[in-house]
C-alpha cells in the first residue's frame, strides 16, 4: 500500500502587462514530484474571459543550482508534471507579455509515494 507525502499550494497572481511574478516551491527530496496548472485569466472582472493568444504568460521553473529545467510560453492554460532532481527550493515565474494586466490561478503539488512501513512511522 501506498500513501502520499504531498505539500499543495494555490495562488491567484495579478501580472501586469510586460512584468513577471515568481513563487516558491521547496521540494524535501530528491526525486519527488512536482505537479500542477495554472489558467490566465483577464484582470477586468466584467469582462470575465480568457486571454486571447498574444496575451497569454511564458512559464518558467528554475532548480536550486539556478538551471531553468522547465518552460513553456504563451499559454492560457497549462498542466505540468516533473520530477525533482535535487531537495530545495524551485523558482517558478509566469510572464506577462501582454498590453493589459492579468490574473494567473496557479496550483502544485510537491511529494512523492511513500511506502506503507515508512508512513506508518
Do not use: W
Not at 525533482?84 to 512523492?112: E, M, W
Amino acid at each position: 500500500m501506498l500513501c502520499c507525502s504531498v505539500h499543495t499550494e494555490a495562488y491567484k497572481l495579478k501580472i501586469n502587462a510586460n512584468q513577471r511574478e515568481c513563487v516558491q516551491e521547496q521540494v524535501e527530496k530528491a526525486g519527488d514530484s512536482i505537479t500542477g496548472s495554472f489558467v490566465s485569466t483577464a484582470a477586468d472582472a466584467q469582462k470575465r474571459r480568457v486571454f486571447s493568444g498574444t496575451e497569454a504568460f511564458d512559464f518558467t521553473v528554475v532548480d536550486p543550482a539556478y538551471q531553468t529545467i522547465y518552460t513553456v510560453r504563451r499559454k492560457q492554460a497549462h498542466k505540468f508534471d516533473f520530477l525533482a532532481k535535487t531537495q530545495g527550493t524551485y523558482t517558478i515565474c509566469f510572464f506577462n507579455q501582454g498590453r493589459v494586466p492579468g490574473y494567473v490561478l496557479y496550483h502544485a503539488h510537491v511529494g512523492g509515494h511513500l511506502t506503507h512501513d515508512r508512513a506508518l512511522e
